[in-house]
């Protein structure tokens, strides 16, 4: 803080406290201590707001008022004093002191032209403090200058008082244009409050709220001055409300929820009005029926009051909140419906996000969840998303306990709303903390799916390798060793029957092995795969000790699908073989919508169930790895598997 | 008769060639891969080709495009083609040829049968191996097969064997006028249009294995 502010605030203690020590005891105590407060406030504000936005012209305003405030207390303390003590220029003092209200009111119409920027409205609202002035510039000697107003000084004389001064037109022109222009003042911050958004309108708010504060309280204090001088220190209290709200409007407009604020402002005082209307009501009829004196009236007006009380607060709170802060009521509610929602399964964690935008009524707003273990940031369905914000957004955490569950990222608007978005982001921590479990899930069965997929395709490498090992390796050996052994029987003629039949033997013999060789390898990976899946299928029902027919084209496919399709089809076939006691068997292999579907039906007995240890569930296990799915329809009148692969061409 | 052999692996290639040497053909040449079969072909003017199916560079269908590019500069050669498992996909368009074979490898064991295959296959006639014939006239739904009886088409089945009448008649054991019987109604029953007979039995396979082929 530079040293000036610093100053001037010391100066303004200072004079304060002087003009206490003038006054104490010459006026009431309150009328003392609330002015004094007031004045230390406006300085106060001013130089808290100068000191962090230099030369703002709020600021500098709300100092010059206050150490005007601080002469003038100073001035009124030095009349009162002096009157007592016989000292000089008293009614001076004390006409300073009943003249602060006239550049007062200039100070209120520049504090509303000029909230909350320090700049006068783009749409010319200049003039209005030039009327202000002008008005100022004929009240200030037409009421100054007023010999009538004697009664008002302790000498019963206006020490500035000229008989002949043309007061009452000086009056009677400039008091409307100091009036008019103090209620013209309003116009444009109330187009200001309408036209605001975002950081602006929450101050707006603040202020307009004081100043509304202040225009009931002042004019009702006016009225009721004399009738119950009680409510007096009322007007000090809403005028000093004016710089602590426009204070709080440029610093800390963050930290408290401004519909908070004026919700329950307006709900206490419209409790504390119908509580002081049933104690009276009370008081009347139980006066009417024992009598006004009686102690039962205060006991009884005083027990109806303590019991309508609870149930009067939560009805007019509600009201209140539902007039002045609708949005806050309908949201809890609609929070507090979809965890119920959740609760009974009607909603899905992930609803979560689309929940608090209906909530808060924004669209931008978005739920990030930060995976465990120092993991990535990503959003409700498990999509990776970034986590910087951009210019005017904001964050909020989301905490289940201890453990930060992510953030709720949304537009810098909505810390106008600040206990609200608190209290609704931390009641979607529940569904938030379910649906970063379900994708963490979903990432580890994600990794476990790709994993097998990598073992299958690893299987079927090795499978196609030994394959071509066993065709191109042993079987050729073998064919080799046949030839040379028929060369040998060639080469020994008709000499050695016995060996020639030995060698034929032997010939069989490797002719055999072979064959089993060639089964063994067609169990591995069917070379008819060769030629497409359609050949495969064609080559298995050739081999099959039923009829089977084959509906499949010569498209080919994917080779890791064209297997996998493969063996779905032997497996279903075996199974429908051995255990169905089908005549017929029908294998089709056809692609729609791009799948393959690949179906294995029989006219068999029926009754087959995919459980564990059958041999279908290997088969669902091998589609399931090609990302497929495996449906089976059993009845008495036969089965039908269905297998599907999803593939592209 | 005179003979080339591609074949990749030597051991096989040699017992191929003494067999044929054995037999009392003559082996003219032996390659290890199907690159200059055709220029060794056209030098060599052989009555056959054996070569095997898988060769290298990349172990598909070497020898079946060389064998279509031999069919298709000298149709009168005859080519045998082996293979260590039946392969219809590189092969169907090559029934349509005569003079032209398919077998199993481990066929040449068999030796006289196998001879005698090779020879017919050099004279212009057809050998292709039962597995091979089995898998492309299995019945598929929707095609001209099955207007046919079973009989009819164990018999077409053996006529794309390339056996003749007699030896059809022998290995079902039936007199050759019952297999001309059904030969009449295989012809009538696919719609082939009379001409020589032994057109209309190559057209009857043709035909035949062609409309499988595209079912």
Redesign the interface.
Known sequence: MRPWPAVLFAATLAIEVGAIALSWGLEPAWDTALYAVYGVTLTGAGVLIVSRHRGHRIGLLFIATGLLEAFNDLAQGWGLRAARHDWPAGPYGEWVGLASWIPSGLAIVLSFLLFPDGHFSRRGWQWVAWVNVIGIALVLPGWGLNPNLGDQFISGRNPLGVDRAPTDLLLGVGMPLFLGSLVVAIVPLVQRLRRSSGVERLQLRWFTFASVCAAIVLPTVAVLWSVAPAVRPLSALALTAMPLAAGVAILRYRLYDIDLVISRTVAYAAVTLMLAATYAATALVIGAAVGRHSTWVTAGATLAVAAVFGPLRRRVQERVDRRFAPDRVYSLRQMSRFLEDLRTGRAAPEDVERTLRHVLGVEDLDVRVSLPHGGSTVDLFGAPVSDGLREGQMSWPIRHGETLLGTVVGPAELAERRSLVTKVVQGSSLAVEIARLRVELRHQLDEVEKSRTRIVAAADDERRRIERDLHDGAQQRLVSIGLALRHAQHALGAANVEVSRTLDDAVAEVTETIDELRELARGLRPAALDAGLGAALRDLARRAPLAVEVDADGERLAPDVEIAAYFCACEGLTNAVKHSGATKVVLGARRRNGSLVVSVADNGVGGVVADRGSGLTGLSDRVAARGGTLRIHSSCTGTTLLAEFPCVS | MRIVIAED?A??RE??A??FV?GGHEVVATLADADNLLDAVRGAQPDLVVLDI?MPPT??DEGARAARAIKDELPAVGVLLLS???????TVTLVAHSGFGYLL??R????REFLASAERVAAGGSALDPVVV??LV????GSPMERLSERERDVLQLMAEGLTNSGIASRLVVSERTVEAHIRHIFTKLDIPETDDAHRRVIAVLAFLDSLHHA
Do not use: M, N
């Open positions: 692996q051991l096989l017992g191929l003494r067999l054995d898988r172990y598909t260590q498992h039946i392969e219809t996909a590189h490898k481990d040449v064991l068999e030796v089995a898998s299995s019945p598929a739904s």
